[in-house]
């Protein structure tokens, strides 16, 4: 499954990439989740609240950023798993000005296993990206409120 | 009092109950102190076990006992496989993983506990730490060079190869110029899906040491003797008891390693222990069907005659054997030529392991493959020469003298009228009038499908030396003393309505009330010796047992009857509830002699007392139905939908003992044949994820989405059992899929489109259409 896309976001590039990796932030920003903490090794621990279609489940994931070049893009690994089974992403993001605000490009690939993927298939990608969505929204709140 | 009987309309004996919800299936049974198991299962297709961490599920209150593979590895036997081919590959496959998962759905744990809800519950606190290893979900690439190996001391993913040729192919070769028509089929994945998905209690008594299981089985002997040996109870110890059965298709013929836990945990904790399947472990867990790739080469005369056929099928098996599994493609290679006198056949089959459940027999098992293969490649020839698909076929038929035909697959027909029902199926549907038609609308830009398939399967089976434990059937007749009669059969029924027509068989032979006699079935402790219910048997191989028994019992009380009346026994009819003298100037009650039997005041010399009759019939030879259906479909240009507008069939299934119920198994045959060109497909993803978990995804069709289906037959009797029957319980499935298939690539013909693989979907005829696809 490949979700790719941009979202502009009214703000300069050096703030907005700062708070893209600002937890506080995006543990508001992150649809469903409950807890994101950072571990000594710079990776997050997350505990999501995820449904898709009747599968709603908790999923214990962890973040990890990569080849992060400030302010310009870096590299995500997510990993989730819960009693619905599991899930995986690695994504770049990519911020580039415009004007005076910033344009996310960003570029993933998911996959999941278990009972969301032989459950939840047919909505999956539609769910992702309704995700996605809200996740730039809620940020994009967030740093209007900085 | 006995009227006819065979081949009447006789309602079922089974459907008060069924239809007022008083039957009783497996769920319904509950036992005092009785606990419930759930599974925990793998969500990688391939994968090394690091850890499974049950601690939290054990902490949870009214949880009895967790199990993982390590608990069970050396005191639970294997899954057994049956099939025992030449070199056949069997893996390791232990009822709960050890160590390694090798297909999504695999158990890795089972947990017992108070009530189903809380097992599931718990079940979901068992955290297992995978180490994923890559998925090979394709069996072509699973036999490529480099592929990952799922089970490594094999050294590679072919379970089997088997290589069947007869004939002179340097012949053949010489005599080209012959056309060669070659094409790739695709023989999709798709799921049994019984209305009742599996289910099982396990009781084991410790006082007295027996185990006694309620299994929704089709084969409940061969369960009783498998579970004793995985359980290590002693098999005179253990019963099986199968109570209704809400169909099976194939599924249920099986041995699973489920029903060993349920043995496994209520011999540890001296309880009661059910587990019942839920539907998306059907999809996951219960074998599934077809899932071959068939590479089809067919060498053709200009006239149409077809002299050699050559078929490459690589099976996807799966990841583990389940019973049967390897045994199912080379049902393929059997009846790969079809009705066809095809003197030339080469056939290789490559069992070939994948990161999937295993594929099993399903309603046809093997045979619907077979059959799709053969009438799509006739369509080709027909296409290709230009020829009407009705003639090529009548070209390539044996003629009705020909039998009993010896093929070159090393098979024998019994008898056939190919012919016969062919030209009644083309008078049925119209044939020539729907060509017509074709020909009109497709002027006006409306494309008319018609399509034809004339099938041939192997049933009754079978002879034990081909079957890999035994092909025969038992039954049982005793005359009560109160005159009424009890039947006991092997073949245990999952819906056929075998309480009727062995009810039919033995009233009629007796000369008394369908109403006097009962049928049992499905209890290893009352019915002494059986096989079950698969491979369309149970009539002509377990009737016939039951007509057996019933012969002795008539030879029994004719002896009796004469000593009474002073005649020779062989005078004696039986009817009306009287044994009678053909001129009818003597005549006995029937109770009277069933009296005399059993208080055994003045029986002949050398005649034991009572009235019970045990037969084992041994079928000489496999029988073979067969039969010509027609299917008329329109096929919407602007959407590539395709609407069934009208099926015709005529089945030749022998004698028919009772129109109703042939009937009706031909109906829901055609419903899963016509399922599998049109809608049905398991899919699982190239990660190994399957997609098709539920009902919403995965399409099984509906009665709405089907025509009235015009249902006839002819009657061509075997003499391979005396009943003259040949079994019908797989007709439907194996005759409908290329008819449906080879009507949708007739209405394409303007498109240039020569083959799409099932299932037909819109999107895949509309891309067609519009790239005018020569083939896939």
Known sequence: MTLEGTYKIPAPRDLVYKQLLNPEVLSHALPGCEKLTPNPDGSFSAQLKIGIAMMKGTYQGRVEIL????????????????????????????????GGDTLITYTGEAQVGGLIASVGQRMILGAAKQNVAQFFQEFAKQIAAK | MSTKLLGERIKRKEDPRLIQGRGHYVDDIKLDGMLHMAFVRSVYPHARIKKVDTAAAQALPGVVAVYTGHDIQGKLGLVPCAAGMEGLKIPDHPCLAIDKVCYIG??????????????????????????????????????????????????????????????????????????????RFINQRLAPISMETRGVIASYSPGEDTLTVWSSTQIPHILKTQLALMSGVDEARSRVITPEVGGGFGSKLNVYGEE???????????????????????????????????????????????????????????????????????????????????????????????????????????????TYIIERAMDLVAHELNMDPAEVREKNFPSPKDFPLALPTGVTYDTANYQKTLKRVLKAAGYSKLRKEQERLRKKGKYLGIGLSTYVEICAMGP????????????????????????????????????????????EELGISFDDVTVYHGDTFQIPMGIGTFGSRTTAVGGTAIY?????????????????????????KFSDGKLQTSDGQKSIGFGEVVAEAIFAK???????????????????N???????????????????????????????????????????????????????????????????????????????????????????????????????????????????????????????????????????????????????????
């Open chain 2, 464 to 507: 034990s030396s081909r079957m890999p434990a035994g092909g025969w059937e038992a039954g049982t007749v005793r005359v009560e003393v109160t005159g009424k009669v009890t039947v006991l059969s092997g073949a245990s029924p999952h819906g056929q309505g075998e309480e009727t027509t062995f009810a039919q068989i033995v009233a």
């Open chain 1, 67 to 98: 080849d992060a070049v400030a302010p310009e893009h870096f590299r995500m690994l997510v990993e989730g798993k819960g009693s619905g089974g599991f899930m995986k992403g690695e994504g770049t993001l990519t911020l580039t000005e415009e």
């Open chain 2, 622 to 776: 496999y029988t073979f139905p067969f039969g010509a259906h027609i299917a008329v479909t329109e096929v919407d240009a602007e959407t590539g939908e395709v609407h069934l507008r009208d099926y015709f069939c005529v089945d030749d299934c022998g004698r028919i003992l009772n129109p109703m119920l042939v009937d009706g198994q031909v109906h829901g045959g055609l419903a899963q044949g016509i399922g599998q060109a049109l809608w049905e497909e398991l899919v699982y993803d190239e990660n190994g994820q399957l997609v098709t978990g539920t009902l919403m995804d995965y399409a099984l069709p509906k009665a709405h989405q089907f025509p009235w289906f015009n249902t006839s037959n002819t009657e061509t009797r075997t003499p391979v059992n005396p009943l003259g029957v040949k079994g019908v319980g797989e007709a439907g499935t194996i005759g409908s899929t290329p008819a449906v298939v080879n009507s949708v690539m007739d209405a394409l013909r303007p498109f240039g489109v020569r083959h799409i693989d099932m299932p037909l979907k819109p999107e895949k005829i509309w891309n067609a259409m519009k790239g005018g696809v020569k083939a896939s």
């Open chain 2, 106 to 183: 695999e158990p890795i744990a089972a947990v017992v506990a108070r009530d189903r809800y809380l097992a599931r519950d718990a079940a979901d606190l068992i955290e297992v730490d995978y180490d994923p290893l890559p998925a090979v979900t394709d069996p072509l690439k699973a036999l490529a060079k480099g592929s990952n190996i799922i089970h490594e001391k094999f050294g590679d993913n072919v379970a089997f190869e088997a290589k069947l040729e007869a004939g002179d192919w340097k012949a053949v070769e010489a005599d080209l110029p012959l056309k060669v028509i070659k094409q």
């Open chain 2, 260 to 370: 060993a836990m349920a043995c496994f945990a209520s011999m540890k904790l001296g309880k009661p222990v059910k587990w019942i399947e839920g539907r998306r472990e059907n999809f996951l867990a219960t074998i599934h069907g077809r899932d071959q790739v068939n590479d089809l080469e067919i060498y053709v005369q200009a006239d149409g005659k077809v002299v050699g056929l050559k078929c490459v099928i690589v099976a996807d098996l799966g990841a583990y054997h389940q019973l049967l599994t390897p045994a199912i493609p080379t049902l393929t290679a059997l009846m790969i030529l079809g009705c066809y006198n095809i003197k030339n056949v080469y056939v290789e089959t490559k069992g070939v392991f994948t990161n999937k459940m295993a594929t099993d027999a399903y309603r046809g098992a093997g045979r619907p493959e077979a």
């Open chain 2, 602 to 620: 003045q029986l002949p010399p050398g005649v034991e007392p009572g009235l019970t009759e045990h037969c084992v019939f041994e079928p000489p």
């Open chain 2, 548 to 572: 057996e028994a019933a012969q002795r019992i008539k030879k029994k009380m004719a002896r009796i009857a004469a000593h009474k009346l002073g005649i020779k026994p062989g005078e004696l």
